[in-house]
């Protein structure tokens, strides 16, 4: 199974990518699913399906064609399934404070549940076979970081606090529960988290393997765009994805003579040559500004056309290398991490029992070391050719 994740700035036109290229894979024979992981749907739109105006028939897998299904995770609907315990809890405390009924339910809403029920359904479809490729819509940029690195906060959680936490309640629970205005969590709240957990177990290492999850990053020839598209390749990078195109769209076409957009042709060209640039050896495509809307099965596959040859394989595996490696060599342990763009006066590196934190500008990336490097303390990084090599020595 193959996993291609649509991220990028607010409005560049991820959904419309995400959706032509679920129409191209089904067209080449793949069992294919669009998902959509932004609260803020818009897929059904995108294939001006009737029913979409209030995600009628989207919450559940909405069939397209033979080939193609879209899905439109309808956060309500899933925390009937999955959150109940836990946003029964979040409930019960926000009504101690006054909140009423409705309001508190809305509140409910953890940041990150939407994104958290996206991935236990490509864990399920993953352990069904259910489709060849996924494709994942996601929300603007920020909240796409957020949702990548969710899975491993939670194992870090589900490790470290989890239990510990969960003893500790049980201990102080009933001496609490009467001097506490604030009913504390009860048993059933702990098995909720533990069997969510345990149905996304296996999506750090399904994101992280570039043999199954690819990140498609779409932007503008414009440079505001490309700076966010900048920080989010460095965001996936560190957290082990791996970007494998970039996809510019909204390209004035070159035969396009008129005074009005001179400039705007002008800069589109210094922006376009610049991304070439900075993201080689990570291929670029361009796709036109169309004179309309893309909307409809019609004009997907329109742009289907101008984003892809027609036997051209968009699942297909062009970049294998992982983000980071560990290595021996002369007796010397190293951690090898590809840090694209990153400038030497803004990496920060520590350790932290027995991991490794990586941190660039506001960013940080715990990486977990193996066995036989756990006792070791970064002492040297060199960065070379868009590469970070740190020395592991003994403390
Ligand atoms: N190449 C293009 N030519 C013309 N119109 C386009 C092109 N690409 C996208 N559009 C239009 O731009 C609008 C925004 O596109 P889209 O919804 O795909 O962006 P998005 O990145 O998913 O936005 P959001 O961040 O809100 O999810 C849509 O109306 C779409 O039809
Ligand atoms: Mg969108």
Known sequence: MRILLFSGKGGVGKTSLAAATGL???KLGYRTMIMSVDPAHSLADSFDLEVSLFHGKTGEPYRINDRLQIHEVNIQQEIKKHWREISAYVISVLRTTGISGVEAEELAILPGMEELSAMMYVNQYRREGAYDVIVLDCAPTAESLRFVSMPTTLDWYMKHIFPYHRGLLKAVRPLANRVSPVELPGDSYFANVADLFSKLE?????LEDPGVTSVRLV???EKMVLRETQRAFVYFSLHGLTVDQIAVNRVLPQGLVDAYFNEWQASQARVLDEIDKYFAPVPVKRVPLFTHEVCGLERLE???AALYASQEDPAAVTRTEAPYRF??????????????FAAKGEIGLFKKGDELVVEIGALRRHIGLPTSMSALTPSRARLENQILTVEMMEG
Do not use: C, M
């Not at 296996?202 to 399904?206: M, R």
């Not at 290595?327 to 840090?339: A, C, M, P, S």
């Open 202 to 206: 296996g999506i750090p290492e399904l």
């Open 24 to 26: 191209h894979l089904a």
């Open 219 to 221: 932007t503008n020839p």
């Open 327 to 340: 290595e021996k060599t002369d007796g010397r342990y190293e951690v090898v991490i590809q840090l694209p």
């Open 302 to 304: 329109e742009l289907a």
